[in-house]
């Protein structure tokens, strides 16, 4: 791990609403979701499933659920390549207990840590992301045949960023003392 | 961000549940809390205050909270020199209407991605934490002075780890492949 400058990568995560149409390596896709399955959770539940939409016509139907023309918002979703579509899953008993008793819903909690596990990972393999919580998710069930008592928390878009806004970012970075690694 | 491999880390970070007695230096724990600082929230909101305990007497006060004698729960709490408590504060408007329009705690989410900012950081500095989202919550409250209509969603332990698996794990992450930078 010598090397290791998180804090850097923190900085350099940012939520990216513009991207190139280049696709995105199925190996580095792979390394993503490895980052989002190796999070932690409550009582290790793992309350999530992540679906990756790839398929052009139906994230495109996907990014439709995601913008709105009327409040101007995310028209941007339909250039990333990839949706990550992230579903809670039931937690086990003791998070269940845990969410009951102490009424917090852990498994929000859970998909936040995971969901950003992604966008660092996505981070480091030089990707943009942006996740996403407001949209139509009936219609994204409707779409992915996801059963209607579940959850869709987030939706995460993932590409090559084309923000401008990278650039300059890549540099300010590079002006921070690296210190940190164990 | 040459040399940066983010699994490597991800697959290090565990949940610590014994610590040494070796106190945490001041800058270390400044960088930890400048990663929870700079996690991405729902519409820029931070919901989040981090309360440092570090004063030992007020510590194993609260570590009196995360532990119980009738469960067998968390008796490792007190071993573990800082104690960060994660409270949740209002979001601004736009988060809000989001959670009351779509029906999701947007800052659960969030409070999920500074906490695991903050467990990311600490173990790029060589330090153990845990996240615990079961204690008496009314009482930690008090203890702080946190007015009771705020929420506190988790608890960071975090100090040098004893955990016996640590150094079996710096082993194996040895052996995975170097593959990500940018």
């Given at each position: ?71 101007g918002m995310n028209h941007f979703t339909k250039q990333a390549p990839i949706h990550i579509v992230i579903i809670e899953e039931k937690a086990n008993f003791t998070s269940n207990a845990g969410s ?83």
């Open positions: 791990m010598n090397g290791t400058n998180l804090i850097d990568l923190l900085k350099y995560r940012q939520s990216d609403r513009a991207y190139l149409s280049n696709p995105v390596e199925k190996e580095k896709l792979e390394r993503i979701i490895e980052a989002g399955r190796l999070a932690p959770s409550a009582c290790n539940a793992q309350p999530w499933k992540f679906v990756i939409v790839d398929e052009p016509e139906l994230k495109n139907r996907i990014a439709d659920c995601t913008s709105s023309k009327i409040l009951l008793i102490k009424n917090k819903t852990f498994p929000l909690i859970d998909i936040g840590i995971a969901a950003e596990h992604i966008c660092l990972q996505a981070a480091s393999e030089g990707l943009g992301t942006c996740m996403l919580g407001w949209f139509n998710e009936p219609k994204v069930k409707k779409l992915l045949n996801i059963p209607k008592s579940k959850r869709v928390p987030l939706i995460i878009t993932l590409g090559y960023s084309a923000s401008e806004t990278r650039e300059k970012r890549r540099k300010d970075i590079k002006d921070i003392v690296s210190y940190n690694s164990y």
